[in-house]
């Protein structure tokens, strides 16, 4: 039999013999998929086999049907794509929030997405990182970002809190566009 625990994955044979196994492929503390099919709710911890966990990387989650995430406080950078069109995702967990970077696309498509937690360390938004995250309402205090790229939250129709942005430099081309309900 299988049994999901967490980030690992036990296999059990007739004969009582027990594997642990990570679901997840990990490259220089970067997650950069899964290495079995993935249930629904995933929780990443902050270290896999004594690795510490610092990153998502690119596309690692992306197109899976993962309905709620828990990312690790050891993680600084989520990667470009890395959950794009997940659009069953609905709960996204950071635990002691230390994301600095948040790639292009990483949340685009993510249409059931409705909160960010707050975001105390994030600098930098890539570009359409939240694109199309039609369910999206709240963003929570981020006030250390310094960057939100073009097309960011571009047509989070639902978007209407944006809290705490005293360092923003910068603001990208249609960053906030089609947002109806931003005022």
Do not use: W
Not at 9 to 25: I, N, P, Q, Y
């Amino acid at each position: 039999g299988i049994t999901i625990n967490g980030s690992d994955m036990e296999l059990r044979c007739d004969c009582g013999h027990r594997t642990k196994e990570s679901l997840f492929s990990i490259e220089d503390g970067t997650v950069t998929g899964a290495r079995y099919p993935l249930p629904r709710e995933i929780n990443i911890p902050s270290t896999i086999n004594g690795i510490n966990i610092t990153a998502i990387g690119s596309s690692a989650f992306a197109n899976t049907t993962i309905t709620s995430i828990e990312l690790p406080s050891s993680l600084i950078t989520i990667g470009s794509n890395a959950f794009k069109n997940c659009g069953a995702l609905t709960e996204l967990t950071m635990m002691n929030n230390n994301v600095q970077t948040i790639g292009a696309s990483a949340f685009e498509e993510c249409s059931s997405l409705q909160h960010i937690a707050s975001m105390p360390k994030l600098e930098t938004i890539g570009y359409a990182a939240f694109k199309n995250c039609t369910d999206l309402e709240v963003i929570a205090q981020m006030p250390q970002i310094l960057s939100i790229s073009g097309e960011a939250f571009k047509n989070c129709k639902s978007l209407s809190v944006l809290s705490e942005m005293e360092r923003l430099e910068l603001i990208g081309a249609e960053a906030f566009a089609e947002c109806s309900s931003l005022t």
